[in-house]
């Protein structure tokens, strides 16, 4: 999990300790967190979109 993971990629959040599991997007930044790298996905909801910041170690490609 986690290779391959840049900007623009279309993910989904696959981490069993992730809150947001299942929760697919597409990558809008990676950046340094708390707990190593963390990647800043733009999910679409039905009125508008959303940003949530998961571990980069919880996702996969789609």
């Not at 981490?15 to 679409?44: D, F, H, M, N, Y």
């Amino acid at each position: 999990m986690g290779d391959g993971i840049a900007t623009g990629v279309m993910v989904r959040v696959t981490g069993v300790s992730s809150t947001e599991r299942g929760t697919e997007g597409i990558v809008k930044t990676v950046r340094p967190g708390w707990a190593g790298k963390e990647a800043v996905l733009v999910v679409a909801g039905v009125l508008r979109s959303r940003e949530v910041a998961v571990p980069v170690s919880d996702l996969s490609k789609k």
